[in-house]
């Protein structure tokens, strides 16, 4: 948003050898003026005690006072359940100013909207309801580090400056500023480099200049480009009790991972997928992708394969026993009713029959269920049957190592362990699937390639089992630790990055390598009670970073619908989007990791498990 002139004031003196290029961002960067020496990203006690002015300011409904903060900026935005009805963003001012804080001058400025939201008329009578009317309001307040000028490899792209949602970007032309913090970045969900064009732009007056290079609008047009790091905290704790939040969540703590922890988080997933069903009679399924600070679903109805994936998930949470019987049977039913949903095909909408990824998923989730007393769902079953019928009849070709491939070789691999019938095309498919894949193209394929490779082992021995460790191991090569994170992104601990490049952040996909590795820690030929501790430390680690991955009370705070996107799981920690198969994923990881410690914990030493261990009673706490 663009800052008046009156929030920043240009140093005037002519520009010499002695003196910094930028006057103001030397300032905001403490190092000039008495006032402005000393910017700096506030202490948490700095910052509780700016949050505790601000929320007397607004919730007791007093004028903002003067107050001293060594921010470089400040936002204060304001929430009534999910909605906003006020938000400003001020830069701090110049060094000999005497004029009120940047808090305050926020704080006035938001409270200006809040009362033209929650008294729309406005009234001098209406003020004294105010108090009242700001007793459930969410509060957020952002504080800002020093303004650090970006240089030109940094202008020629930003990314490799700008963190996402840790970082805050600023624009200056002349004495105007425009100032878009980590939180706003994160819901616009706009790249760096657009966003920074943007805003010259629109302090430039000329929309035209959006499309133009950083380093031109600086070489040409006298425009500053700034980031900056910031100390976030909002009223989403107990009783409205403000928090340290990170990219607009709080941390969750690896000693919190526990099973307890674990099964509220398979609660939690069943809660989205329950909430994003469909109301009505047109019996479309899930929503699509939800923007969880929008509140709204992009595409309005889920594709079949994503719908799929997470009435599977459910079918796999319904067989856990640590889950309450209740809350099992809530995940059975779900699932039914989006098999049911899918099995009832309108106008218009993609049918189950005409997306072969979709049928073969479906294919093993109904092979899970009983459906003596459910007719619509015997003839989906039969659809899907005859599909991967067709496709083990088809001529054979070369594999390209898709998923799709991953998924149809896993569901004729499930199909040949359960009824026998083309036993040598499954693995015909899956041999030439994996011999086609380089090892570190085969993570990417997971769980679907390690779970037919055991679907075919049965109880026998895991012609692949050296092979498939191999790429565990290679998977946990690339698992962040809190080494890697330190302790400020921390929130990364535990996630899969894909690639060595120093750019890649590890995002919802992680779900897929870890769903398999929880898999093969329940099973001893692929897990001996040796490395039992260190692959449970590993994968308490990947469980941690999904359940970081879920939208908490404090994303659901800043949603128009809190109700929609609770629980459901993020597509990366500063993504706001929730597409059904990440949640779906999440399912099955959880799912994995309670059944296999449940067997383990229950096998006989030299016992062994199945490929799919049937989670079992109430696995011990985990550190």
Request: hydrophobic share 45%; glycine share 8%; with cysteine.
């Amino acid at each position: 948003m663009a800052v008046s002139a009156a929030s920043a004031v240009a140093q005037q003196t002519p520009p010499s050898e002695n003196q910094p290029a930028d006057p103001l961002a030397e300032l905001l960067a403490g190092r000039g003026g008495a006032k402005a020496s000393g910017a700096r990203l506030p202490s948490p006690t700095e910052a509780m005690d700016a949050y505790a002015a601000v929320e007397s300011w607004i919730r007791e409904w007093k004028e903002p006072e003067n107050f001293e903060t060594p921010a470089a900026a400040v936002r204060v935005s304001v929430f009534q359940h999910g909605r906003p009805v006020g938000e400003a963003s001020e830069v701090v001012r110049a060094a000999g100013v005497d004029a009120p804080s940047a808090l305050g001058l926020a704080t006035a400025r938001a409270k200006t909207s809040i009362r033209r939201e929650l008294l729309p008329r406005g009234g001098v009578l209406g003020a004294e309801m105010m108090p009242e009317l700001t007793a459930d309001l969410t509060l957020s307040v952002e504080l800002a580090g020093p303004f650090t000028p970006l240089s030109r490899n940094e202008l020629l792209d930003p990314e490799i400056a700008v963190r996402p949602g840790l970082t805050g970007v600023a624009v200056r032309v002349g004495e105007f500023w425009a100032v878009e913090f980590p939180s706003q970045l994160m819901a616009s969900g706009t790249a760096p480099a657009v966003r920074l064009a943007a805003m010259a732009a629109t302090l430039l007056e000329d929309p035209a200049l959006g499309v133009e290079l950083l380093v031109d609008l600086q070489s040409e047009r006298g425009v500053s480009f700034y980031r900056f790091d910031v100390v976030h905290l909002a009223s989403v704790g107990p009783d409205g009790a403000p928090v340290f939040l990170t990219r607009g969540n709080r941390i969750v703590e690896r000693s919190a991972v526990t099973t307890a922890s674990l099964v509220r988080f398979a609660e939690g997933l069943i809660d989205h997928a329950e909430a994003i069903r469909i109301d009505g009679e047109s019996r479309f399924g899930l929503m699509g992708t939800i923007h969880a600070a929008r509140g709204i679903a992009d595409p309005a109805v889920a594709l079949p394969t994503q719908q799929s994936l997470v009435a599977y998930g459910l079918v796999r949470l319904a067989g856990a026993p640590q889950l309450p019987q209740q809350t099992r049977e809530r995940a059975r039913m779900l699932a039914r009713g989006i098999l049911s949903d899918l099995a009832h095909v309108d106008p218009g909408e993609i049918a189950p029959a005409d997306d072969g990824v979709a049928c073969a998923i479906l294919w093993v989730a109904l092979a899970g269920l009983d459906l003596a007393d459910a007719p619509e769902l015997r003839a989906l079953q039969r659809t899907c049957e005859s599909m991967l019928a067709a496709h083990a009849a088809a001529p054979s070709s070369k594999p390209r190592g898709t998923v799709a491939e991953a998924v149809l070789a896993w569901a004729v691999a499930e199909r040949a362990a359960r009824t026998g019938l083309d036993r040598e095309f499954a693995e015909s498919q899956l041999r030439a699937l994996v011999r086609e894949t380089p090892k570190g193209g085969l993570v990417g394929l997971m769980p679907w390639v390690g779970w037919a490779e055991l679907a075919l082992a049965g109880d026998g021995p895991v012609a692949s089992a050296v092979y498939l460790r191999e790429v565990r191991d290679a998977v946990w090569t690339y698992q962040l630790t809190l080494r890697d994170t330190g302790i400020e992104e921390r929130d990364l601990q535990g996630g899969i990055v894909f690639t060595s490049g120093g750019l890649s952040l590890p995002t919802w996909n992680s779900a897929r390598p870890i769903a398999f590795a929880a898999t093969m820690l329940g099973d001893p030929r692929l897990t001996t009670r040796e490395e039992m501790p260190g692959e449970v430390v590993r994968l308490i680690d990947a469980m941690r970073f999904l359940q970081q991955l879920a939208a908490g009370p404090a994303v659901a705070a800043f949603s128009r619908r809190p109700e929609l996107v609770r629980g459901g799981i993020r597509a990366a920690v500063w993504d706001p989007h929730q597409p059904p198969e990440a949640t779906a994923l999440a399912m099955l990881a959880v799912a994995e990791f309670l059944g296999s410690l449940e067997t383990r914990e229950q096998a006989a030493p030299e016992g062994r498990s199945g490929p799919h261990p049937a989670p079992g009673g109430a696995a011990a706490e985990r550190p």
